[in-house]
């Protein structure tokens, strides 16, 4: 088979795709999709602990041959901006086409879609206050894609149906409000962020600011503050302010965040992290209002997770002190139950000192079990 051109040979040609790790699950989870399917090979392009592109890297894989590259132009959790002009020069020197993710920038910084090497930029509406449900594959002239949507041949033959116009005319609206506003309206939410971030500093011993902190979207900041717990925060905070762990499509999906991950930040950075996003519509007294917020949370959670911690212990040394008693013969049982224990509670957070007591009983009881 090798070499021949068979119609089915072509059709199953298995892509080679470059992206960053970093990427948008809706970027992602489409690759994975392929790659099941055994349609494309992903290759991930390596990441610093700034979420930030390893251009040699980028060169070295361009290089070896690859057909589609795909970096988002900012990323959503950290706010990282990606150096899009130099990844399409790279792209442009290997002739390779350049899908750019430009969901969290456009709008917010400058993107020159005609000159830096952009094949396919894809935009969203609702990120830069256009209405929800409407976004925008732009290709550069002269590029073909197979459809995913058939029936009329609408957009020459890109994607058929009716168009949804009151989204559209939204959406170019809001395009032409952001290129009057956006510099303006950007520089201001920098400021408001980096107060809120300098106030969050000077209250909160130890907190971390996560992403390029030279490169970063204005309405982003995602801090962590290590050793509490984001969901022991989020709990406190919940119906004064809206922030969230991690990308808001993944809210509520108790994963580590994947963007973190790839940054290969210490555990306990991962688990304190919180996003805080800040829009054209932000006020300073809300800036003030947040960090009021979150400085009185703080010490709040410290405390609670102190104490929830202690009720585990507690609890855990009163089940071993009983089992001791009970099974006076089992001494042996007592090391890997006290193992567990120890093991087990350096993972819990504040909202699960009763699971704790749970846990060290269960283990207790099973490792009685087991031995008897
Ligand atoms: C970087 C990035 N890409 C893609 C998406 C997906 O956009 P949509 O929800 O409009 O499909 C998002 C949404 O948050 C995003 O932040």
Redesign the pocket.
């Known amino acids: 088979m090798d070499g021949i051109s068979t119609k089915q040979n072509v059709d199953k040609k298995v892509f080679k795709i470059a992206i960053l790790p970093t990427e ?1 699950k ?2 992602l989870d489409t690759c994975s999709a392929l790659s099941q399917k055994g349609l494309a090979e992903i290759i991930f392009l390596k990441v610093d602990s700034q979420a930030q592109i390893d251009l040699d890297h980028l060169e070295k894989t361009c290089s070896k041959g690859i057909d589609l590259l795909s970096t ?1 132009a900012a990323n ?1 959790e950290v706010g990282t901006i990606y150096p899009i002009q130099q990844i399409g020069e790279i792209a442009q020197h290997y002739g390779i086409p350049f899908l750019c ?1 430009g ?2 920038a456009v709008g917010k910084i400058p993107i020159n879609f005609s000159e830096w090497g952009i094949t396919f930029l894809a935009i ?1 509406g ?2 830069f206050y256009a209405p929800k449900g409407i ?1 925008a594959l732009v290709l550069r002239r002269g590029q073909r894609l197979k459809p995913l949507i058939y029936g009329g041949g609408h957009q020459r033959g890109t994607r058929s149906g009716t168009l949804n116009v009151p989204g559209i005319v939204g959406l170019g609206e809001a395009c032409r409000l952001r290129s009057r506003e956006m510099a303006e309206d950007e520089q201001r939410i920098a400021q408001q962020r980096d107060r809120l971030q300098s106030l969050l500093q000077s209250a909160i011993p130890h907190l971390v600011v996560n992403g390029d902190l030279q490169h970063r979207l204005a309405g982003n900041l995602h801090i962590s503050i290590p050793g509490i717990p984001n969901s022991a925060v989020i709990a406190r905070v919940r119906n004064q302010l809206a922030i969230s762990t991690g ?3 993944s809210s509520g999906v108790e994963t580590p965040s994947h963007v973190l991950t790839a940054m290969k930040l210490p555990s306990e950075v991962i688990e304190g992290a919180l996003r805080i996003g800040l829009g054209k519509f932000t006020t300073d007294d809300e800036v003030e209002q947040a960090a009021d917020i979150l400085i009185s949370a703080y010490p709040i959670c410290t405390q609670r997770l102190k104490t929830h911690r202690l009720a585990g212990w507690t609890a855990a040394v009163s089940i071993q002190l009983y089992f001791l008693k009970t099974f006076p013969s089992r001494e042996t049982v007592a090391t890997p139950v006290y193992d567990f224990i120890f093991a087990s509670h350096g993972k819990l957070d504040d909202r699960i000192g009763i699971s704790g007591f749970l846990s060290s009983g269960c283990a207790t009881l099973s490792l009685c079990k087991l031995s008897a």
């Open positions: 948008h809706a970027v988002m959503n993710d969901s969290q969203s609702h990120k976004g990308s808001a499509c």
